[in-house]
C-alpha cells in the first residue's frame, strides 16, 4: 500500500516549467513518479506504486465498453514518467502545464494516495465555493455510509 498524501504546499514554477515537491509530500512519491491529468483541472501525481495499483485497476476493467476505453485514454495518454532533481525538484511537461493551466504560481495537494497540482487561482476558487464548505461536506456525510 501506498504512502498517505496529505496537506497543502503552495510554490512557484519556473518559466521552463520546473516546480519543486515539498519534502513532506516527496516521501509519499518516491524519487520516480507519474503525473497525469485529473478529473478537475489539476494534475494527479502517482507513486510508481500508487500508479501501479491504478492502473491494475483499469487492466481489470477490461476492454469491451467504449466508456471503459474512454477513462483508460483519458488517464493513460497524457500520463508521463516525472522524476526528482538533486534539489528536490521536477519538470512538468507542456502539454500536462497546458491542461491545468499551470503557470507560475501552484498549489499542490496531498490526496490520500495521490498529489493534485493546480494553478492556484483555481485551487483558491475551488477551496472556496460551496462544493467545500463545512455544510456541503458535512451533507455528503449525512448521506453516505461514512462514519467518523
Not at 7 to 33: E, L, V, W, Y
Request: proline share 2%; hydrophobic share 35%; aromatic share 6%.
Amino acid at each position: 500500500m501506498s504512502a498517505r498524501l496529505q496537506g497543502t504546499a503552495r510554490h512557484s514554477m519556473d518559466a521552463k516549467g520546473r516546480m519543486s515537491i515539498p519534502a513532506k509530500m516527496r516521501d509519499g512519491i518516491g524519487s520516480q513518479f507519474v503525473v497525469t491529468r485529473g478529473l478537475e483541472k489539476c494534475l494527479y501525481v502517482y507513486s510508481s506504486e500508487a500508479w501501479d495499483e491504478f492502473t491494475a485497476k483499469l487492466d481489470a476493467l477490461g476492454d469491451s465498453k467504449a466508456n471503459v476505453r474512454s477513462v483508460k485514454r483519458f488517464f493513460l495518454a497524457s500520463a508521463e514518467d516525472c522524476e526528482l532533481d538533486a534539489q528536490g525538484r521536477t519538470l512538468i511537461p507542456p502539454e500536462l502545464r497546458k491542461m491545468a493551466g499551470l503557470e507560475k504560481e501552484v498549489v499542490i495537494v496531498g490526496n490520500g494516495n495521490r498529489l493534485e497540482i493546480w494553478n492556484q487561482e483555481e485551487w483558491d476558487k475551488l477551496n472556496s465555493s460551496e462544493e467545500m464548505s463545512r455544510e456541503h461536506i458535512q451533507s455528503i456525510l449525512d448521506n453516505s455510509d461514512l462514519d467518523f
